[in-house]
């Protein structure tokens, strides 16, 4: 059903999205096995933090600048293939300095490579530069600053990103307020790991326009109202939610109730590879275990684009799109 229908994709990290192909092409020595054992999770893992383990992998095969190029545009394939209209791709600089290059060059690398991808697949898309919650002060300003610096390009955001579990927000409340001085645009891992407190505590120091995750947030009656009021947008990612065991099984999972409840949220993969998804997968995956239709796949896409970090130029192109192609 929803085979050709076009899609957008606001919750997708780059470094958890190689395919075999192109990490085939970086590492040639990656056999096909180790390739599905370590950079591919389990539909099971132990929590966040030992799903967040898989990425190292993907990582490691972004340090040179030809790296971060190949990987970039191995995704604008994979985008194109999964019918992604527009997407919002997101990585922390900061881990990619291992073999030399400079915070500038990474993004610089990334953020060419994605105007590359563009001319070529047709996909529209932006970049979100993410601080990580085990990273210093330091760290996390080093990463809003990059922002800063690279605005008005593809660049069109910050996000906190990690282990929301084991480490606290503190070092990270000076970047975010920072950004809302300057007038970034923010979202925020949160109510992943943690219930609702998490997001509370998100939304209070953070003040981000998206939540990545947030799903936890429907256990608590006051935080849904909130979100409601606020237009805060959910970036919700079902497969993702399944491994890191915010729930024990896709039938538990409570994207159908929050979205009855009214909120805004879209559909998303978080880690192409890592959850071993693609968006078409996923919007599968609802509509079996929750009966979805046509009609709840376009209400997500017009809300994601709604909550996108882009021109109003953008988002009425992408909606006519998805107008035409949802109401047909
Ligand atoms: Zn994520």
Known sequence: MSNTLPKIELHLHLDCSLSYD????????????????????????????????????????????EQLKLVTLDLFDQLKKDNV????????PLIHLDKGLTPEEVVETVN???????ETSGVKAGLILCTLRHFSEEQSMRTIKLVEQFKGTNVVGFDIAADEAGFPIANHVTAFQR??????????HAGEAKGPESVW????????????????SYEDKNLVNFLKEKNIHLEVCPTSNIQTNVYDRLEDHKINEVYNEGLSISVNTDARTISNTT???????LKDKFGWTK???????MEAIDHAFTSNEIKAEIKSKLIEAYQK
């Open 22 to 65: 192109i990490v085939k092409k970086i590492a040639p020595n990656i056999t096909e096995n180790v390739y599905k054992a370590s950079f591919i999770a389990p539909p099971k893992c132990t929590d966040l933090a030992d799903y967040i383990e898989r990425a190292i992998s993907g990582v490691k095969l972004m340090q040179t600048k």
């Open 85 to 92: 209209i527009y997407a919002e791709i997101r990585f922390a």
């Open 112 to 118: 060419d490579a994605m105007t590359i991808g563009m």
């Open 179 to 188: 950004a809302k001085r300057k007038n970034i645009s923010c979202t925020a």
């Open 201 to 216: 505590e998100t939304l209070t120091n953070l003040y981000p326009k998206r939540i990545g995750h947030g799903v936890r």
């Open 279 to 285: 968006l078409e997968n996923e919007y599968t995956i």
């Open 295 to 301: 009609m709840h796949f376009f209400k997500c896409n």
